[in-house]
């Protein structure tokens, strides 16, 4: 092979919403950077909402405690778990709000700047779900927040987003907070064909883009309505490129038009992965799809598919399972560096996978901690304890300590670790080049 | 209440004793603690095989098998799919046998041959002997040190399924069935007549007594328990069998192998999957925390990579174990033990009026339930003959014509061919609803084929009382996402049919989700990690059921 091409400052592989966020601190400290994904991973199939911190002090059942103001959650969370990575960044911590501040200013067009407190966001599961950002159709369906008369809409093609379920827990989320919503549910037949029940939720979604179907959807709905409806709640479907159709079709219909959490297959996650990528290329990141190799730690040569390069920093933000970059075929491994990996206080190796698993499958569970372990200023460490290189840095669900599942902390810990270890790698970057 | 006959347990001689009394005109009760299927009738190899293996040490046994699953082939015709299976004769030198593996070979070959009698039994065909290229061919995936392998046909079939069609038909020809009931003490009489039970209702926490003539535990590996409770003794040497499920059909066929200790075990397509099974251990622990362990995931991968080294690729989903019911013998290895099932008459023990009946097999359950069923008869003084292998179980009427139905409804025909070969006949009245509600057409599990129309089915129709049932009723969730995609959308169809509130629904969908999970935890890895992520994303991480719902 020839010599490295001379072409990142900062390389950052892995392109969900710590690799995005990553990549997008790193350009505006004014680096060069390159964002090498293998495809999309866990972001795009998130709820296209961001949960920061729940407050893990008080019961999850406690509707109101769990309204508290992300930094407190966060700062218990650290109390609490040290080896989470709010805890192991607990000196880095009051620059919380300040990253999630970055990430909405970085996707205007999806969020708006966070509020500081939890929203309690509904999901399809007739639950509530706590969020400190959200596309703003998601925002405003908070049950704190909600108006007192709510229509929940049912496509009966779509029969998973139960609109009875979804109006029941709305309810009881209601009478929780000492506030009463009236939820009523309401069957559409807008999409009717005998396809249409057959259809992945992003085909639903696309129909919904296409020219004067918001309009047709809206006089489907409009005089059926029940008076006095005050905002009228969709499955998560509403627009699968256009960001404006929630905000159309409340203007056709004269009353807010909002959206339910999605799970995955994730409408709203695609739209934020999207999102992401917009505010990548405008931001002059460059975006590679194709896996990254490096064999020798510490260097900064890497292969980024068949293309060899030079980085003066990078940025490890490869995910975990879904994203590919912690991997456990028979043993735990981290993907790119083969950097040691951990689940709870070990080192996770080849030991049987039910020990690292609790019966009960809401349990936090240590296998789901497994991640690469890193310091305080985010580099992962190697076997021998110390960083693996002084340019590498790690930042979302790579980093172990934490089961996002249970604690609820992961596009919160993706974009806050994202942020600093953008600037890290930025800053390690340009001494390099110095 | 007043019964004739009072049966505990709802596995499949439960349900089947229940179906034959209540069809000879016995006022029949049917109690089981949890669902239809809920112990080892629910998680055996789902095949109704003759038993090739008992050839050795319990002809009859085979015999039996063979007879009696020919008869349920024919009154549940749908639930039926032959699984061809190939006995590979391996060599370490093909060309240059040792003695040892001639002695193996031929062996193989005579039990193979002696079983051929029995296959026309239950409309086998007799074995081929196959050349290894033949093998090659038609299994690609074996282990190429073939000297020669032999074919097998055997039954595959849906276990659960069958309990729950006995159990309806019962119900049909007038039986109570309750499921959810356990069974927590017995009302006697003088002189210790047993007299009828006491129960209690698993959901509700109600509890009830119920008088009857006659009572037959029938409970399987918790026969011992029951019988505690009359104070009477019975004695079983349970044998714990592990099975593991593949997210696709590996193999064409079913493949034989013998496992480190030179036991038998197999893999096989099995419905949309592959199961590897099976141990054979002696259990001495409650059998109602039956775990896996890593140690029996090794010993089944282990076995089967011996002729099908690609298994170690493979994607297991999750593994799961049952308890043979088998008779109490001392000085035998478990696979040596008896598959030979017995009735007891506890009378002598100062229990008159109670019975056991203990072991058996899958593929008899119905001649079991038949020998049962006229010891309950003469002592009950009724003279009806029995008619479970002349009736079609609900659903075996006819075999649907699949390509016009979906044609004529306008559904596809994978989702009709599943249908079909879950309810038979009854795959038309699933159509219907279909066609009634547009809302039905739509996919529930995507990963098993079944639809929303089908589930309400199901829920109507198949004496469903928890969500966990639709999983034995309709495969829900069986599939590689395990549940990831539709346990949340089956636990909102449930909700709506049954008028459930929000936390009712959220406590039912977890304890669905749990249970699945246990299964997945002692094998956990490589694709299955990511999956799980997903899993664990759509219900903590969006659905919050964690946060929300205290534990039903």
């Known amino acids: 092979m020839g010599s490295p091409e001379d072409a990142a400052g900062v390389l950052v592989i892995g392109g969900g919403m710590a690799g995005a966020m990553a990549a997008l601190s790193a350009a505006k400290k004014g680096a060069r950077v390159l964002l090498a994904r293998r495809a999309l991973g866990a972001t795009a199939l998130s709820s296209g909402a961001v949960d920061v911190a729940p407050d893990p002090t008080s019961s999850p059942s406690d509707l109101e405690a769990q309204r508290v103001p992300q930094e407190q959650g966060a700062a218990a969370v650290a109390r609490l778990h040290p080896a989470h990575p709010y805890g192991v960044l607990r000196a880095q911590l009051p620059r919380l709000g300040e990253s999630l501040r970055f990430c909405a200013a970085a996707l205007p067009e999806l969020f708006a700047e966070p509020s500081g407190r939890n929203a309690l966001l509904p999901t399809p599961m007739g639950t509530v779900k706590p969020a400190a950002m959200a596309q703003r159709a998601q925002l405003g369906a908070d049950a704190a927040a909600l108006p007192e008369r709510v229509v929940v809409v049912q496509f009966q093609a779509l029969p998973s987003c139960d609109a009875r379920l979804v109006a029941s827990g709305l309810e009881e989320a209601g009478r929780a907070l000492g506030r009463t919503i009236g939820a009523t549910p309401f069957t559409s037949a807008f999409f009717r064909t005998v396809e249409d029940p057959h259809r992945p939720v992003h085909e639903l979604a696309a129909m919904l883009d296409a020219d004067g179907a918001l309009e047709a959807l809206a006089a489907e709905l409009k005089p059926r309505l029940p008076a006095g409806t005050q905002a009228v709640l969709f499955p998560p479907v509403l627009g699968r490129t256009r960001l404006d159709a929630a905000a159309r079709l409340s203007a056709a219909l004269g009353v807010p038009c909002l959206e339910l959490l999605s799970t995955a297959p994730s409408v709203p996650g695609v739209r934020l992965q999207e999102a992401l990528d917009r505010a990548l290329r405008a931001a002059n990141v460059e975006l590679v799809e194709a896996p990254v190799r490096c064999q020798d730690l510490p260097s900064s040569r890497f292969e980024v598919g068949d293309r060899l390069l030079s980085a003066g920093a990078a940025v490890l933000a490869s995910g975990k399972f879904l994203g590919g970059g912690i991997e456990r075929v028979g043993r735990f491994r981290e993907t790119v560096f083969g950097l040691p990996v951990f689940a709870g206080t070990q080192r996770a190796g080849d030991e049987y996978v039910g020990d690292l698993l609790d019966d009960r499958v809401e349990s936090d569970q240590v296998a789901f901690h497994a991640g690469v372990r890193i310091d305080e200023s985010l580099r992962p460490l190697s076997a021998d304890g110390g960083p693996a290189s002084p340019s590498l840095f790690a930042a979302g669900s790579v980093i172990r300590g934490y089961d996002p599942a249970s604690d609820k902390t992961g596009l919160g810990v993706a974009i806050f670790t994202g942020y600093l270890a953008g600037e890290a790698a930025a800053a390690a970057a340009a001494i390099r080049a110095r | ?552």
Not at chain 2, 158 to 182: E, K, M
Not at chain 2, 278 to 301: F, H, I, S
Not at chain 2, 441 to 457: G, I, K
Request: proline letters at 5%.
């Open chain 2, 1 to 552: 209440m007043q019964f004739d006959l009072i049966v505990i347990g709802g596995g499949v001689n439960g349900t089947g004793i229940a179906r034959d009394a209540a069809m000879r005109g016995l006022k029949t009760l049917m109690l089981e603690k949890r669902d239809v299927a809920s112990g080892a009738s629910g998680a055996n190899s789902g095949m109704i095989h003759g038993g090739i293996r008992y050839l050795r040490y319990d002809r009859k046994v085979t015999e039996l098998a063979c007879i009696d699953s020919g008869y349920i082939q024919r009154i549940v015709p749908h639930l039926l799919f032959r699984i061809p299976f190939i006995y590979p004769l391996s060599s370490s030198n093909p060309e240059h046998r040792s003695l040892y593996e001639r002695y193996v070979h031929y062996g193989t070959e005579v039990v193979v041959g002696i079983y051929d009698l029995y296959q026309p039994y239950k409309r086998g065909l007799p074995h081929v002997r196959l050349s290894p290229e033949d093998v090659y061919e038609l299994e690609p995936g074996i282990r190429r040190n073939l000297f020669a392998g032999l074919s097998m046909d055997e039954w595959g079939i849906d276990p659960h399924r069958l309990c729950t069609l006995n159990a309806q038909s019962a119900a049909r020809h007038g039986a109570t069935v309750l499921t959810y009931h356990q069974v927590h003490g017995f009302l006697r009489g003088p002189g210790g007549q047993v007299t009828g039970v006491q129960v209690r209702d698993a959901r509700t926490g109600a509890r009830a007594e119920y008088h009857g003539k006659l009572v037959v535990n029938v409970a399987g590996a918790w026969s011992p328990k029951v019988a505690a409770m009359a104070g009477v003794t019975v004695r079983m040497r349970p044998g714990k069998g592990v099975h593991l499920t593949l997210d696709r059909r590996l193999s064409n066929y079913g493949v034989i192998s013998s496992a480190v200790d030179g036991r038998q075990i197999f893999v096989m397509p099995h419905e949309q999957t592959s199961i590897i099974g099976t141990t054979d251990d002696d259990y001495y622990g409650d059998p109602d925390d039956l775990r896996v362990t890593q140690d029996e995931v090794e010993y089944l991968l282990e076995g089967i990579e011996h002729v099908f080294p690609s298994i170690r690729e493979a994607r297991i989903l999750r593994t799961w174990a049952g308890l043979r019911t088998t008779l109490y013998e001392y000085g035998q290895l478990e696979d040596a033990l008896s598959r030979e099932h017995a009735i007891y008459d506890h009378a002598a023990e100062g229990a008159p009026g109670l019975y056991t009946m203990l072991g058996g097999k899958l593929a008899s359950y119905r001649i079991q339930s038949e020998e049962f069923t006229d010891v309950a008869s003469r002592a009950l003084k009724v003279d009806q003959p029995c008619r479970t292998h002349l009736e079609v179980l609900p659903g075996g009427e006819r075999f649907p014509d699949v390509p016009a139905l979906a044609e004529s409804y306008r559904l596809p025909e994978p989702m009709v061919g599943r249908m079909a070969y879950r309810h038979g006949a009854n795959a038309e009245r699933i159509c219907e609803l279909a066609a009634s509600d547009p809302a039905l057409r739509a996919p529930l599990c995507r990963c098993e084929q079944t639809s929303y129309a089908e589930a309400v089915y199901c829920l109507r129709e198949e004496n469903v009382r928890k969500l966990t049932d639709l999983r034995r009723r309709c495969r829900l969730g069986m599939g590689p996402c395990q549940g990831a995609r539709c346990a949340a959308p089956a636990a909102a169809l449930f909700a709506r049919e049954r008028n459930l509130s929000s936390s009712e629904a959220r406590a039912e969908l977890l304890d669905f989700v749990g249970a699945r999970f246990k299964g997945r935890r002692p094998v956990l890895d490589g694709e299955q990690m990511a999956q799980e992520e997903l899993n664990r994303g759509n219900h903590f991480t969006v659905g919050n059921l964690d946060g929300s719902a205290p534990r039903g």
